[in-house]
């Protein structure tokens, strides 16, 4: 894979560029990965040939753009092994499906009495809709206790998860420590009392490969930037049952079987929860972007990015007073760290003066910086265009940072 890594960068044009005078190493691939030349070529031809609302018109153009947008859909289904075209809706992203889910199923069918389990190491996203949904039915919002390292185990998990639970969301990698959950173990614990299992898949699919019913989780969703693809697309899987289960939250066209002047009847899922004018566009994108994961195989893809997270760890590891968090385990593309007496935005600030981009912050968990004791982290991500010189000029930046704030 190594000698395939500089073909791959110049699919990448936007990192051929300097930053402060200096080369950009791009290290913020958890927060949104860089997108490769097919991608953009694929959204620009869309829109310089295709270009027209989808299910709608019947000429030719409406046709090429209706059957570009559903045949990505299919090709999703393929991507993460779901069993039909049909338990794949787009969305805008992770949040969008979360919010749906949390809206037109926990809202609708959950009610005082009833449970929602999640973890306190989840995003925002996987949390804030959770926690309305709960306040709007009664129900209570339990959480899986965190270990001193921020990761959970499958004992306390199965302490939490009791008859009175009806819903398990948690996140496949953890965008703070970087380990990926036990998804299909604790969907086991959930199916024995009959809980529904969403997983945020936000940090996995561009890492590893990802089959929804291997995993066997009831609801799965992830975004197409963070995977390569463009913003504003993003992927509810849904096991057919439980799609049928929800409740559209948005209503207008596209997703009307028949209207009338009283009351309307809905399209089935997936349209159903597809009202208005799609994100072709994106769609198109998002197909490109597996087409890119998939010429290069997710299996090679998965082997590069934890080998250079593993690097990278273990060169973080040589900077005295730097403190990473998480386990002692593999982690999936990003490294989370604190310099002592460095606040992680100085860090990030300098950093960038040196043209390394990081994000420093709370990473939208709160919850889990709490858990740390402290406010905010600096994160290094890694994507496919990253290599190990990327991670020794990140060392190189931050022992210069030390030196800046005299430690």
């Known amino acids: 894979m190594s000698d395939r890594i500089s073909d791959i960068r110049r699919l990448f044009p ?9 080369p950009l190493v791009y290290l913020d691939h958890a927060a949104t ?16 040939w295709d270009n027209a609302n989808v299910h709608r018109s019947g000429h030719t153009l409406g046709q090429r753009a209706t059957d570009a947008y559903e045949t990505v859909r299919a090709q999703v289904a393929r991507f993460v092994g ?7 809706v787009f969305t805008r992203g992770v949040t969008s499906a979360i919010n749906l889910v949390a809206t ?4 609708a069918k959950l009610g ?28 209570t919002l339990s959480y899986i206790p965190l ?45 024995r009392v009959g809980a529904v299992v969403f997983v945020d898949g936000a940090q996995a699919v561009s890492h590893m490969p990802v089959d929804v019913r291997e995993l066997d989780c009831d609801f799965y969703a992830f975004s197409g930037h963070k995977m390569y693809g463009p913003t504003g697309i993003g992927v509810l899987y849904g096991r057919r049952e439980q799609l049928e289960r929800i409740e559209p939250v948005e209503y207008g066209g596209q997703m009307i079987d028949r209207v009338g002047l009283r009351d309307s009847t809905w399209r089935e899922a997936p349209w159903t929860f597809e009202a208005g004018t799609p994100n072709v566009a994106g769609a198109v994108g998002l197909g490109a972007a597996i087409d890119f994961l998939e010429r290069i195989g997710r299996d090679a893809v998965a082997e590069h ?45 300098v950093l960038d003066v040196y043209g390394v981009a990081i994000r420093a912050g709370h ?45």
């Not at 779901?82 to 794949?88: F, L, P, T, V």
């Not at 037109?104 to 809202?107: I, L, N």
Request: aromatic share 6%; charged share 25%; proline share 4%.
């Open 363 to 407: 990473h939208c968990c709160s919850p889990l910086m709490d858990h740390f004791g402290t406010s905010a982290t600096a994160r290094a991500s890694f994507g496919l265009y990253n290599t190990e010189e990327d991670v020794d000029r990140l060392v190189e930046a931050l022992l210069h940072t030390k030196r800046v704030f005299g430690e």
């Open 14 to 22: 936007i990192l051929d560029q300097r930053v402060n005078g200096r």
């Open 33 to 48: 990965a860089q997108k490769p030349t097919p991608v953009v070529e694929a959204v620009r031809r869309y829109y310089e």
């Open 112 to 139: 005082a009495g009833d449970d929602i389990v999640v973890s306190a190491m989840e995003h925002h996203g996987n949390l804030l809709p959770w926690q309305q949904a709960a306040k709007a039915t009664g129900a």
């Open 305 to 349: 990015d934890r080998k250079l997270t593993r690097y990278a760890t273990e060169r973080l590891k040589e900077i005295d007073g730097l403190t990473i968090y998480g386990p002692e385990v593999d982690r999936w593309g990003l490294v989370t760290f604190n310099l002592a007496r460095i606040h992680p935005h100085d860090v990030s600030s």
């Open 82 to 88: 779901a069993g039909s075209e049909r338990d794949i």
């Open 104 to 107: 037109g199923y926990a809202r």
């Open 147 to 191: 270990q001193p390292d921020g990761t959970f185990t499958l004992e306390d998990a199965e302490e939490t998860i009791t008859s009175r639970t009806k819903l398990v969301a948690v996140s496949h990698v953890s965008n703070v420590l970087g380990v990926a959950n036990p998804v299909r173990e604790l969907a086991a614990i959930a199916r």
